[in-house]
């Protein structure tokens, strides 16, 4: 495999257009939460099927463009605009424009790519129509899609959505759907529209502290300035004997004295909040935070309707001094971040609606 630093890949634009829903949908203003709106980035995503040297295919390309169509129109929201109303809440018109849809070749082989779990944003980005742009938020469209056929047959299915609309779970099941209709098949799974289930109570009521929401320290030379010292891609393979070790020295204390092992997620989280606290240079009184996307959907009672169509994520906010975090045993990073986690519960998310609702 080619490392980083010597790959190359040329990709070239053939066609953009915009894919409307197969029929005519909803038109009107659709309410976003308030769990949405502090959303305000964009994820990139890219999907690559090996073409086992069968060449280019340009049916596979209509068969994703056709089903697309057919899947905006359940997830109508897709294809309209976010907009920004006179409260100064976003929300969706559902214009049905649709959806920006990019194809493009590379006389690459697929194998150019080498291995896309490692995140090289210099090949990556060049199989997704990015945004970078727009200068708000509001032009971003809500979703976005390239497909690169390589020469060998294979293809990468890029997608960029606006997390505003959705987090992953909800992307997952329109992909899900797509892939159904792609495949001709009845979809999977359909999406519940109504966000009003996570509406703000009346009145709206704060039981919690919410740290997750507190504005950043903007103080100058608090952190290293990636200007100077440019932040660098990479990933880590942690092995099972690995794993093993972390959770031996870990071990979660219980409120009756006893003790559980922690999971995978609770010491990889520990581990590289440490150590990008020290890579940071962050002063030792300075507090230092780990917040992590928790699913919402299950914590609620009863849970979310199945298919639920939006964020239905909340933060949790492990924090602690960085000379804490640094000079104690790995045992209380672990522990801080179990807590953190333990603590989403249907009662902190309505709280952190409510929250958003004074605060905004």
Known sequence: MRSQETRKLDVKIVNAV?????RETFGGLYALSNLDQTLTYVIEIVFAFNGEGRGRCSAAIETIRESLAKALVEFYPFAGRLVMGIDGRMAVRCTGEGVPF??????????ALG???TINPAILRKLVKHTDEASTILEVPLLSVQVTTFKCGG???GIVMNHVLVDGKALTDFIACWNDLARAKPPSVLPFLDRSVLRPRQPPRVDLPHHEYALR???PGLVVDPQTK???YRSFC?????????????RIATQNGSSVVPTNFEVISALVWISRTKALGIAPHETTKLLTAVDGRPKFDPPLPSGYFGNGIALSCAECSAGELTRKPFS????????ALASVTESYIRSAIDHMELNR
Do not use: C, G
Not at 102 to 111: G, L, M, N, P
Not at 332 to 339: D, G, L, P
């Open 217 to 219: 320290d903007q103080r």
């Open 230 to 232: 440019p932040l660098v």
């Open 18 to 22: 915009h894919v409307s829903p197969a």
């Open 332 to 339: 209380f990073a672990v522990q801080t971040v179990h807590e």
């Open 155 to 157: 293809i990468v299915v």
């Open 102 to 111: 990019v194809e493009a070749t590379s006389e690459d082989d697929i194998a």
């Open 115 to 117: 291995d896309i779990s």
């Open 238 to 250: 942690f092995k099972p004997h690995a794993l093993i070790q972390l959770k031996k020295a870990a």
